[in-house]
């Protein structure tokens, strides 16, 4: 499956698109031309403009008119686009298991015994906050 097909059906963005999104996640509401600026290349302002458009078709991005001009904001936040693709790199490179991919951060060094540390108190404190809102639903 290519980049372009897997992105069409995973919500997973290609290379540019993400560029694109990420300058809406820091900048906000934008028009075409200021997310061209933004982008710093040497992409033209009809290519940045198609870009946004397929955004938009694929519900990635909102717009609303203002005089002649659209203004593009995003549509999803940034930690959804990271959860998809991570799903998507963990299904395809790892077989659907974390675990594994966990182990390839760890043994390709790309993960410090210190991070490890804080991501499980983070996995702890997510158990304890999803065992509280399991008890609540049971009570209800």
């Not at 900048?27 to 040497?42: K, W």
Request: cysteine-free.
């Amino acid at each position: 499956m290519t980049t372009a097909s897997r992105s069409k059906t995973t919500g997973v963005l290609t290379p540019l698109e993400l560029e694109i999104m990420q300058v809406l996640w820091a900048a906000g509401p934008s028009p075409v031309a200021a997310v061209q600026e933004r982008l710093g290349s040497d992409l033209a302002y009809t290519t940045v403009q198609t870009m946004l458009n397929v955004l938009l078709r694929k519900k990635k991005v909102r717009r609303t008119q203002i005089g002649r001009a659209f203004t593009y904001e995003a549509a999803v936040t940034r930690d959804r686009a990271t959860g998809a693709a991570l799903k998507d790199l963990v299904s395809r490179m790892f077989g659907g298991s974390g675990e594994a991919m966990l182990m390839a951060l760890v043994n390709t060094q790309q993960i410090t015994p210190a991070q490890l540390t804080r991501a499980a108190e983070l996995v702890a404190r997510g158990d304890d906050e999803t065992d509280g809102e399991t008890d609540e639903t049971e009570a209800k």
